[in-house]
């Protein structure tokens, strides 16, 4: 934490306690409605810090993250319900499972070489066998979805993630503030260094001593450890899964939006995309529904149209420009 706070200008660091107090006392001072919301933002910044390290920090454009997210949450979902394994046991299992299919993938990409779009290609690939395997897989549900049992005198079990929308809340916050933390540890360690090196340049990274496969393999294993943490949070706080849901491309696509609009590589960015991009999503679903609309790709075709005018106006991102003006910008290491 002291590195991140080291990284800001006094203003930055005023803003930032503000910020901090407000999401913190936040469920004393809005309805449910806004909490939830608050909730998906949170919860949509630390999906965005993990898919982060590994795109934003070592140059690895994984366009399937929707795999990881929803192994760890059939992983610990299965647990509870056909063992009565509890999460915070489950998790390690979510998280084995997510760092073994990311040493699959890694192994096949670098290996033989798979870079760039191929790579991204291939993480796609198994998102899709993962997504068709789940439907066809009656044990879990199959494409009817898989369903956690909820009982009213489980309501307070917070051990068994078993809460309301206030705990919940607050263990998204908890994670949002750890993936923040993480990350800023990362970058400023030596292992940070090394992913930006090869993000920059993987060749002369090779050629100072770096073991680029290595840490690719490391970075890979983090992102996909954090998002599988993340399915758990999403398996017992949404109670169900859907292979159709969790696995698809647009899962993916929402995950790497928050990071891409905020600032890729950035510490702030995935939170600042998180906070502009869930908001209007909801916003604009509420606009909708009061016209008595029915267009399923309208949030879509807004991300798109916001994504390009973004880029245009700031290739680097929301939070540097941002940061700029208000001047928040943190020091770069």
């Given at each position: 934490m002291s590195d991140l706070l080291a990284a800001l200008p006094a203003r930055g660091k005023i803003a930032l306690a503000l910020v901090v107090a407000a999401l913190v006392s936040a469920p004393l001072l809005v309805d449910r409605y806004v909490l939830s919301i608050l909730l998906l933002a949170l919860f949509g910044a630390y999906l965005g810090q993990a898919w982060n390290i590994l795109m934003?920090?070592?140059?690895?454009?994984?366009?399937?993250?929707?795999?990881?997210?929803g192994l760890g949450a059939?992983?610990?979902?299965?647990?509870?319900?056909?063992?009565?394994?509890?999460p915070w046991a489950g998790a390690?299992?979510?998280?084995?499972?997510?760092?073994?299919?990311a040493a699959a993938i890694g192994w096949l990409g670098f290996r033989f070489r798979i870079e760039g779009v191929y790579f991204s290609l291939l993480t796609i690939a198994f998102a899709e066998f993962a997504r068709i395997g789940f439907d066809?897989?009656?044990?879990?549900?199959?494409?009817?979805?898989?369903?956690?049992?909820?009982?009213?005198?489980?309501?307070?079990?917070?051990?068994?993630l078993r809460g309301g929308p206030i705990f919940f809340y607050y263990l998204a916050l908890a994670m949002a503030a750890g993936?923040?933390?993480?990350?800023?540890?990362?970058?400023?360690?030596?292992?940070?260094?090394?992913?930006?090196?090869?993000?920059e340049?993987?060749?002369?990274?090779?050629?100072?001593?770096?073991?680029?496969?290595?840490?690719?393999?490391?970075?890979?294993?983090?992102?996909?450890?954090?998002?599988a943490l993340g399915g758990v949070f999403i398996a017992f706080w949404t109670n169900n899964l859907f292979p159709a849901q969790i696995f698809d491309m647009s899962r993916s696509i929402d995950i790497i939006l928050a990071p891409i609009i905020g600032g890729v590589g950035?510490?702030?960015?995935?939170?600042?995309?998180?906070?502009?991009?869930?908001?209007?999503?909801?916003?604009?679903?509420?606009?909708?529904?009061?016209?008595?609309?029915?267009?399923?790709?309208?949030?879509?075709?807004?991300?798109?149209?916001?994504?390009?005018g973004i880029i245009t106006a700031t290739p680097s991102g929301l939070w540097p420009w941002l940061a700029r003006k208000l001047g928040l910008m943190e020091k770069q290491p």
């Open positions: 934003g920090f070592c140059g690895l454009l994984s366009l399937g993250h929707a795999l990881y997210l059939y992983a610990s979902a299965a647990l509870y319900v056909k063992f009565g394994i509890g390690f299992a979510a998280i084995a499972l997510g760092v073994a299919a066809n897989l009656p044990w879990l549900g199959g494409a009817a979805g898989f369903f956690l049992p909820v009982r009213a005198e489980e309501a307070g079990h917070w051990h068994n993936a923040l933390v993480l990350s800023t540890t990362l970058r400023a360690s030596k292992l940070g260094h090394a992913f930006l090196a090869i993000r340049d993987a060749q002369a990274a090779r050629a100072l001593g770096v073991n680029v496969t290595r840490v690719r393999f490391v970075a890979l294993f983090i992102s996909a450890a954090m998002t950035t510490l702030f960015g995935p939170i600042v995309g998180a906070f502009l991009l869930v908001p209007l999503g909801e916003a604009l679903t509420e606009a909708l529904r009061e016209f008595g609309l029915n267009a399923p790709g309208a949030k879509a075709l807004v991300y798109g149209f916001l994504l390009m």
